[in-house]
């Protein structure tokens, strides 16, 4: 079995930045995609506002914080999620969009993700 160390996630909305805490937080390199970059860096943006109420409160350090943020890379979309290992959609509940993500994440992705 393969080793996942790059979860790719699309979309950067509420279900998919909570994707991409909890993974980042986990350990894994996270790649962040939305319809285009400044989504994905609002998405992040949210994150870390998350992380910090769990700073404010004493649930996380501030170290672990900026450790979890750093793995999380923004990219402009889905081309740019190649490199992950395993790929998790979090788009809009729309069938037909979720048909042409899947499609674009087939050709994104490595055969073996």
Do not use: N, P, W
């Not at 390199?29 to 994150?47: H, M, N, P, S, Y």
């Not at 404010?56 to 999620?81: F, H, N, P, S, Y």
């Not at 979090?90 to 490595?110: G, H, N, V």
């Amino acid at each position: 079995m393969k080793t996942i160390e790059i979860i790719g996630v699309l979309g950067a909305g509420q279900m998919g930045g909570g994707i991409a805490h909890v993974a980042a937080a986990a350990g894994y390199r996270v790649l962040l995609a939305d319809t285009d970059k400044q989504r994905a860096e609002a998405g992040k943006g949210r994150i870390d506002t998350f992380m910090q109420r769990s700073v404010d409160k004493g649930k996380m350090e501030a170290a672990d914080k900026q450790a979890a943020l750093d793995r999380i890379t923004c990219v402009d979309g889905i081309e740019d999620l190649g490199e992950s290992d395993f790929a998790i959609e979090a788009a809009t509940e729309s069938i037909e969009l979720k048909k042409r993500l899947f499609r674009s994440l087939d050709r994104a992705l490595k055969k073996d993700a």
